[in-house]
């Protein structure tokens, strides 16, 4: 009997496995419309159609997604939303649902929390999991969005005057940029202090020689590598200074950083007092060549005759990666690396840690890496972390997953050193923790498996019996390092000596390493026996604000110690406190006068802190502007469904990092966080940046958060162009427009850049460093009388047009004078390479 029911069995088996496959469902989801209700929520919904020959079970499955909104109803008495944590949802079948016949399609609606506008807010990362097969999730790939296209679908709330762009309102706001000749352009950006063409060029071949002294080899040897590749053979060396060719000179008049470059019909001499000017005059060089020098071989390389003096107007000119909430792999932080060294940025803050991910491999925490770098379903909890914005349930998705080795650490300080960037790591605490949190709990729990009690809680980031109870803004629950437990200092401790140890193999400087500090949320701390264990033993320590200032003195200590200084986001240099009967905040006058760099972010117009970073430059800390308004480049450069990216803080096109003014941002914001004209009333009373405070704006931050930006294009889109302009503002002098706020004067230095990235810049970035996928603006267009007018962002990219409803391409007619009045019009910015934006239509 037995050897003819095991057959039996196996066949049993085989059916049920063949049946837990993804089901048959085409879903979509749209917006039904904002501002639901009269209140400040949104009701969207999904359709489930089901495309098989089968009915859809009424029990016994869970349908997961990602959605960055909270879901508070679901307008359904067939299936349920239930929130997991963070952004991740489930989707369930409630005792009312009958199933789904084949063919049939229902509607499940659901109220959310806040406004939805663009694709990047929809539900994302779907998948099924079936009772049966609880560790197993199969990703549903049949999804589509509806674009909205309704105002009740757009508009925010009762009164929201910024409707999606449209081709009309593109034409308005790019009617006054001039189309300016490409030879009357400046050639080098960011823009040099001083710059004189003089019309007597030099012909570079593979015969000219690059003679430079030892101090100043290095520099050389990249000029060489550079221009080697451009014209396909080896270029000749010498040890002997020549009268013609490429020579390097050491000018110990120079300041740091500042260079000195002459090209004249005799040669190119590069004078500096150190490597960083000789490595900027380097680019400055390269930037004079055509855009066309990249991608392809020559036999020489025409450089135009040119006096440059220069030198950067701040210090620390940097961008902000966050790699945690999806992850850049090292090759695209490489390419990275090549784009700021060209635009001569010299900071990359490496935000590697936080909720969705920990992305640096520490060998004496190995799960750090193994749970924390990893995302994915799974019925086992703290075997890896979740899916999140829309990583889905595969832990091999490249976005979700990943992280980068000791090894390939190290190899990134190398080749970011070499381009004289600074690698900022940022260890993201206490707040934003989870990856580590949880990584940790996760070592905790197989070492008392294992009976080991000590080790277990060596560096335990919790404290298990905690019954606090909080949500983050990105909706987690146990996201937050306790800062009463000894063991959080000792991990922290125990990374820092890593990364230490990381730094001292590569040969790369390390001044700070920045320890987080944001958005620590209400709640945390209150019900911890171990924060009331550290309360009796510090009677000083009356209110959970008090640990933040505990908190960060250990960890100011603890950095100093290590020859470093402390860095950090605003809050760190803030303290709460009460001012007529009201919560309010100060700058902190604890850590004043401790060698404190923080970034300041919120400046969100209309929210009441729009002078803080000038409040915390007057009271003595180092401030790096990161403001949201102008900076954070993944913001959506306007509002429009099909425009990726957050818009919570400001929408940010080219122009906004281009019109930032460091010492007075007040001057020159012209709209609000909505997109609609700004009332200027909210700057009355608020504090101006003294003569005292500038000397301590350190620098500029450009900041792409990567919680829509999954893929190295959407960075690449994200970041470009728009990093000319915060690279512009971080090295160049102050334009004469931003100190007397003359329209005219700022109208005109914005054609003449809107003419360098469509002439030089972007042409440019096609091919190098393997190629860029900038953002190619939208076509503007507007009907007038009987004619179509059109015109494009940046001059030097080309329009072409369809009048039959097909699709533009490469191939399409130029646009180049007014058209008839078309039914079918439509049309497409197009770069030198031909690649191609989107398609907008004219309607009559």
Aim: hydrophobic share 40%.
């Amino acid at each position: 009997m037995i050897r003819f029911l095991f057959p039996a069995l196996l066949l049993v088996s085989t059916f049920l496995q063949a049946q837990l496959t993804a089901p048959s469902l085409k879903i979509s989801w749209e917006i039904i419309e904002n501002n639901h209700q009269g209140k400040t929520a949104s009701l969207t919904a999904f359709t489930l159609t089901n495309t098989g020959k089968k009915p859809l079970p009424k029990s016994g499955w869970t349908m997961y997604f990602n959605f960055v909104r909270k879901v508070d109803t679901t307008l359904s008495n067939e299936v349920k939303i239930k929130h997991i944590n963070g952004d991740l949802f489930q989707l369930l079948p409630a005792a009312a649902f009958q199933g789904l016949k084949a063919g049939a399609s229902m509607q499940v609606s659901f109220i959310s929390e806040a406004w939805v506008v663009n694709f990047t807010d929809a539900p994302a990362g779907l998948y099924w999991v079936w009772d049966q097969q609880p560790d197993k999730g199969f990703a549903l790939t049949d999804y589509t969005l509806k674009p909205s296209t309704q105002p009740r679908q757009y508009q925010r709330f009762a009164g929201d005057n910024s409707g999606l762009i449209t081709p009309a309102v593109t034409y308005v706001q790019n009617k006054a940029i001039e189309d300016i000749p490409a030879n009357e352009l400046p050639k080098i950006l960011p823009s040099p202090q001083h710059y004189r063409e003089t019309g007597a060029s030099f012909s570079i071949t593979p015969q000219t020689t690059v003679f430079a002294p030892a101090e100043l080899k290095e520099e050389a040897a990249f000029l060489t590598a550079q221009l080697t590749s451009m014209m396909g053979v080896p270029m000749a060396s010498t040890t002997l200074q020549s009268g013609a060719g490429v020579t390097f000179q050491l000018d110990s008049s120079l300041l740091k950083e500042a260079y000195r470059l002459t090209v004249n019909g005799k040669g190119v001499v590069i004078a500096a007092s150190e490597r960083a000017g000789a490595f900027y005059a380097v680019q400055s060089l390269l930037a004079l060549l055509p855009p066309s020098s990249w991608g392809k071989t020559q036999a020489s390389l025409s450089v135009p005759g040119v006096d440059v003096s220069d030198q950067p107007r701040f210090g620390h000119r940097a961008i902000m990666l966050d790699v945690a909430r999806n992850f850049h792999s090292k090759k695209q932080l490489l390419k990275l690396l090549d784009l700021m060294g060209f635009y001569k940025l010299n900071v990359l803050h490496l935000h590697f840690s936080d909720d969705e991910g920990w992305r640096l491999e520490i060998p004496a925490l190995p799960e750090l890496t193994q749970v924390g770098a990893a995302r994915g379903h799974s019925a086992v909890p703290l075997k890896h972390l979740p899916p999140a914005y829309g990583s889905g349930p595969d832990i091999s998705g490249e976005a979700g997953s990943g992280y980068y080795s000791r090894l390939e650490f190290i190899e990134i300080l190398r080749y970011a050193a070499a381009r004289h960037i600074k690698v900022i790591p940022e260890i993201e605490a206490p707040g934003h923790a989870r990856a580590a949190v949880k990584a940790m709990e996760a070592r905790y729990t197989a070492k008392l498996t294992e009976g080991l009690k000590a080790e277990a809680e060596k560096y335990l980031l919790h404290d298990p019996a905690d019954r606090s109870v909080y949500r983050s803004v990105q909706m987690y629950n146990d996201n937050v390092i306790n800062v009463a437990m000894p063991s959080a200092y000792r991990f922290l401790e125990t990374v820092t000596d890593a990364i230490l140890g990381m730094y001292r193999e590569a040969g790369a400087p390390l001044e700070t390493i920045h320890y987080g500090g944001d958005e620590v949320p209400a709640g945390v701390w209150s019900k911890s026996p171990a924060v009331e264990k550290l309360r009796q033993q510090n009677p000083e320590l009356k209110t959970t604000d008090d640990l933040w200032y505990y908190f960060y003195g250990k960890i100011n200590d603890m950095v100093q110690k290590r020859g470093l200084f402390l860095y950090g986001w605003e809050e760190i240099a803030m303290r709460k406190t009460m001012l007529d009967g009201k919560s309010h905040i100060i700058p902190n006058p604890d850590f004043v006068g401790q060698d404190m760099q923080v970034d300041v972010w919120n400046n969100v117009l209309g929210w009441g802190a729009e002078d803080l970073a000038y409040r915390l430059a007057n009271a003595g800390y180092k401030v790096v502007l990161s403001c949201v308004t102008h900076l954070y480049f993944d913001m959506a450069y306007h509002k429009s469904f099909d425009e990726p990216g957050y818009y919570w803080g400001a929408y940010t096109d080219v122009d906004k990092p281009f019109s930032f003014i460091p010492y007075d941002y007040f001057k020159n914001s012209k709209e609000d966080r909505l997109g609609n004209p700004l009332d200027r009333s909210i700057f009355n009373g608020k504090e101006r940046l003294t003569d005292y405070g500038k000397q301590n704006i350190v620098g500029i931050q450009g900041l792409v958060w990567s919680e829509t930006v999954n893929s190295p294009g959407r960075m690449e889109y994200m970041l470009l162009p728009k990093l000319m302009g915060m690279a512009e503002r971080a090295w160049a002098p102050s334009p004469a427009w931003a100190e007397t706020n003359d329209e005219k004067a700022y109208q005109k230095a914005w054609s003449i850049f809107a003419n360098q990235l469509g002439k030089r810049e972007l042409p440019r970035l096609d091919a190098f460093a393997g190629g860029f996928a900038y953002r190619l603006p939208n076509a503007g267009a507007i009907v007038e009388g009987d004619r179509v007018k059109a015109n494009v962002q940046l001059p030097g990219l080309t329009i072409r047009y369809t009048t039959d409803g097909s699709e533009p391409t490469a191939n399409s007619v130029v646009y180049s004078q007014p058209l008839p009045v078309s039914k079918n019009l439509k049309m497409k910015v197009f770069g030198v390479n031909g690649r191609a934006g989107k398609t907008v239509e004219v309607n009559p």
